[in-house]
């Protein structure tokens, strides 16, 4: 945001309360960083798990250093045609006072800086779940510094930075539903599609290895997603932050509850897993209409995308992409929903005056903004990032032999495997754990999907 010119009388003041509740939504969000980890972590195979935490962890690294030397100034510093921004102050955080506040805000540059940095930091992390099983770890670190580069910090400036050509067309994004989900599930359908499947995809099953860290994992993402929604709003001055926190529980619990009712309508179960994918898929859809819609439009907001992602994640058999943990079905869709129903549902009341056509905008203004926004973000981040995965694997290359991945990426990329059941003892028991361990390292497994996987499943157990 551009410094506003204002009467010194008339300038805000830092409130210590506002500041306080920022600097723990700052926590809150980087906490959801690691639950990214354990979701992802407990789906895919024993012998990938370590991988898949790592892929999230060295975000948190690389994301926050890269940050502080250039992607604040990029993403929130003077505009510079509707495309990029910059600032020099901002570069190394050189010219930044501890009490300089952020224009027309109570809370110092900071602080917004830094919840603003965890934000860069989670939405690299979702892509790697598109991944899992097959990607060199040195590549996706390589991949993620050029990624949050030239696509993340310019979307987030489109967005979010006053200037941006998002923001100046009036696209409602509360909290990233483009800048962070469509923007890392379109990167995942781009990289996918130029590294290929996995060994055994469609084949073989792949079944997540631990539901109980799936479940942690969505609990954590579910508790920092407040932070991650509410603290969006940058203080709680005028009744829209609570708003979104209430919006944001009431979604999350419809979109559950609506997944796992298309699943026991489909498949005849209600699984954790839909639990847990579905209240993702409501927390994602919310993130973007939140501030906008009434809670018996979060409901709806909510259920809407519980059914679509449901449905959604099926789409990798019928169209051959292999989206190893539901990236593009869970993020790209539920953002785009989440999105575009703001020109449905927005009721005039919350963070803005717009209005959607439920509510008499019959014209469809805000609903054509909202498709502009989402249609900019994905083409730019889908194309790419796939442009970076083809020139990445053209020179490091970007994947593991066949023959690592078939024995497991983390021995190879990390030498360290996630359970070491060596002081289990030996005899029948200790013999009993090397095999169950083997199994579950060297068996496939799907996570998601319609019913032609499951029948295979059941074929291969067999």
């Known amino acids: 945001m551009a410094p506003a010119i204002m009467l010194a009388a008339d300038a805000p003041k830092l409130s210590s309360a506002n500041t306080g509740f920022m600097l723990i939504a700052s926590a809150l969000v980087l906490l959801m960083t690691p639950g990214l980890a354990f979701f992802y ?12 935490l790592m892929m999230s962890f060295i ?24 495309l990029i921004g910059w600032t020099s102050d901002f570069v190394g955080w050189t010219g930044i006072g501890k009490m300089d506040l952020w224009p027309g805000y109570t809370i110092p540059v900071f602080v917004f800086a830094v919840f603003q940095m965890m934000f860069a930091i989670i939405t690299p992390a979702l892509i790697s779940g598109a991944l899992a099983d097959r990607v060199k770890f040195s590549a996706w670190a390589v991949f993620l510094v050029l990624w949050v580069t030239i696509v993340y910090f310019p979307v987030a400036h489109w967005v979010w930075g006053t200037g941006g050509w998002a923001y100046e067309l009036g696209v ?23 590294i290929g499947k996995r060994v055994g995809f469609k084949k073989d099953p792949m079944r997540p290895h631990s539901l109980p860290l799936v479940m942690l994992g969505a609990g954590l993402l579910w508790f920092g997603w407040f932070g991650f929604n509410a603290g969006s709003w940058l203080g709680n001055d005028d009744g829209v932050g609570p708003l979104m ?51 018996l439009g979060a409901i709806a907001v909510g259920a809407i995308a519980g059914v679509a992602c449901a449905a959604a994640v099926g789409l990798k058999f019928r169209l051959g992409y292999d989206d190893s943990l539901d990236v593009v079905g869970v993020h790209m869709v539920g953002g785009i929903i989440g999105s575009l129903l703001i020109g449905f549902f927005a009721s005039g009341k919350g963070q803005s005056t717009a209005t959607g056509v439920f509510y008499g905008d019959h014209s469809f203004t805000q609903l054509w903004k909202q498709c502009a926004g989402v249609g900019g973000v994905l083409a730019y981040s889908l194309i790419v990032s796939a442009v970076l995965a083809f020139l990445l694997d053209k020179t ?29 003892g030996g005899g029948v028991l200790g013999s009993a754990l090397s095999a169950a361990a083997g199994a579950a390292g060297g068996k496939p497994s799907e996570n998601q999907g319609d019913k032609k996987s499951g029948k295979q499943t059941k074929k291969v157990d067999a």
């Open 396 to 424: 490091i290359g970007m994947r593991v032999t066949q023959d690592e991945e078939i024995s497991g990426i983390d021995r190879a990329e990390h030498a360290e495997s996630a359970y070491d059941y060596s002081g289990a």
């Open 245 to 295: 926190f209430v919006n944001t529980q009431i979604a999350t619990a419809a979109a559950m509850l609506a997944w796992l009712g298309y699943e026991k309508i489909r498949h005849g179960a209600c699984t954790t897993l839909g639990a847990a994918s579905g209240a993702v898929a409501g927390l994602v859809a919310i993130t973007p209409s939140g501030g906008a819609v009434t809670p």
């Open 41 to 52: 972590g407990g789906m895919v195979r024993v012998k990938s798990t370590l991988n898949m």
């Open 59 to 82: 975000s948190m690294g690389i994301v926050t250093i890269l940050w502080v030397l250039y992607g604040f100034s990029m993403s929130f510093g003077t505009d510079h045609g509707s």
């Open 172 to 194: 409602i994004d509360f909290a990233g539903g483009t800048a962070v989900h469509i923007n890392a599930g379109a990167a995942a359908l781009g990289v996918i599609l130029v």
